[in-house]
């Protein structure tokens, strides 16, 4: 989060590629397996870690790879609304084609983590101080992100949604647009070169 600007091995700038790119090519890997591994009653489970931050995020698919202007922020908020489009649109691919699997993003909320390690030295060190104070633990942050895993109350229901405090809460219009999440999804293909 907020790391200077810098690509990854293959090219990405990093926001995007370790929180998007990664994630969509992990899941498109296992993708056969966890369709196949789902039954009824026994949902096989994509959980994205996704972030509030997604609610001021733009996806700019002339520019993914924040190469006009780079911001670290923008870079970061971006990299999270794509995990909730990418996270929609998988749910709903799978539900058209019948298969037992669902998917979704949670938000762990603020957790008191080395995440923050690049803001400005100021920033820093304030924010060291109120998370003693107001930021969950790591084991906190977990607790959201482990029930929508493995609760057996949400079989085959927490799907294409955004889970954050323990419950599903509903999040900006810009993820419900399916045109916006089918282009992500095929330009995401496309840099990755999966066709």
Known sequence: ???PEGRTED???QHFGVNYLGHFLLTWLLLDTLKDSGK???FSRVVNVS???HRIGEIRLDDLNSCQCYSAHAAYCQ???AQLLFSSHLHQDVQRGGFPLSSCAVDPGMVDTALYRHLWMPLCLAQRAIARLLFRTPAEGAVTVL???????LEGECGGGY???GRREMTTPPTFNPQLQLSLWETSV???GLQ
């Open 1 to 3: 989060m907020l790391i």
């Open 11 to 13: 090219g990405f700038e």
């Open 40 to 42: 009824c009653g026994y």
């Open 51 to 53: 972030s509030s931050a």
């Open 79 to 81: 990299s999270k609304l």
């Open 147 to 153: 029930y929508v895993a493995l609760s057996p109350a």
């Open 163 to 165: 889970w954050a405090n």
């Open 190 to 192: 496309q840099l990755l």
